[in-house]
């Protein structure tokens, strides 16, 4: 369903100029990479939690989930400064290495981030088009486009206080778990499982239950995402183990392996915290003070 979105948006893009069918080839390929779909799926379950009847014009409302999923990894992967996405590059990168095939002379980063930003752009908008595209009453469609809306903004500000969070040099267990919550909860199981059952006309009694499912799962979600990170296997991830570490970002093993580390510990942590250099020694330092804490435990209690 997702591949035939994309062609009959190549073929309309065609007629524009081949730089536009250039650009929906490229987000067709970067959505069609990999990734679990788990939001789509969710989107198709929250849906038959409410309803018996069996429409299919429910998977076209469930790509919304998965195009806002890739748009805001394009643009995550800008703010992270990741270079690779589910085994390749990123969007900025792979964008950045056509500028230098083609444009040698120019300023290849910052062509390849200008065009991802607007790469990420196009995605958001074909999002809420795949919901307005789908065949439920038009007043349920709005519901829904609403709450994709608000995902949106919630996860936005969930990336604020996560970028923000990596330069506080003070962040507690609450400061996680509520970036967790916007950043993660919200957008991969609440958003998902609320646009569904809303286009099968949930009370907001119905929708209310499914939030209590979905934030702890969520939240349990991004803690065990953060754990692969660190201790993943580099393949499976599609990007670097580490990749937190070296941005920053202060995640609950961090925190809770600051807190109950010695002050050589300490010290290894944050050399290695936000280190743009770091090296896989350095990275399975920072992994034993997790394990000998007892980080690695408090993490997978959580």
Do not use: W
Not at 31 to 54: A, E, M, Q, V, W
Not at 182 to 191: D, F, P, Q, V
């Amino acid at each position: 369903s997702l591949e035939k979105f994309f062609d009959e948006k190549i073929d309309k893009c065609s007629k524009i100029s081949p730089l536009a069918k250039e650009m929906i080839e490229s987000l067709k390929e970067f959505s069609l990479r990999g990734g679990k779909r788990i939001r789509p799926i969710l989107t198709i379950f929250g849906y038959k939690t409410i309803t018996s009847d069996n429409n299919p014009s429910v998977i076209q409302a469930a790509l919304a989930v998965e195009l806002m999923e890739s748009f805001l990894l394009v643009h995550d992967d800008i703010l992270d400064q990741d270079d690779f996405r589910r085994g390749y590059y990123s969007m900025h990168k792979v964008y950045e290495l056509k500028a230098k095939n083609l444009y040698p002379n120019s300023n290849t980063k910052h062509f390849g981030t200008s065009m991802a930003i607007m790469a990420g752009d196009i995605l958001a908008v074909l999002g809420s088009e795949s919901i307005t595209r789908a065949n439920f009453p038009e007043e349920l469609k709005i519901k829904a486009i609403d709450k994709f809306n608000r995902v949106v903004i919630n996860t936005v500000f969930g990336e604020i206080l996560d970028v923000v969070s990596e330069l506080k040099p003070e962040v507690s267990e609450f400061d996680i778990i509520r970036v967790n919550e916007l950043k993660t909860a919200i957008y991969t199981i609440e958003g998902p499982l609320h646009i569904g059952a809303i286009l099968a006309n949930a009370s907001q009694k119905q929708l209310e239950t499914l939030t209590k499912y979905a934030i702890p799962l969520g939240q349990a979600y991004q803690i065990h995402d953060d754990i692969l990170g660190m201790f993943g296997d580099e393949k499976k991830l599609g990007k670097p183990i580490g990749s937190d570490l070296k941005e920053g970002k202060k995640t609950i093993l961090i925190l809770k392996a600051l807190q109950l580390a010695n002050s050589k510990q300490k010290q290894i942590i944050m050399q290695a915290l936000g280190n743009k250099s770091l090296t896989q020694k350095q990275i399975a330092e920072v992994r034993k003070i997790i394990l000998e804490t007892g980080s690695l435990d408090y993490a997978k209690n959580l």
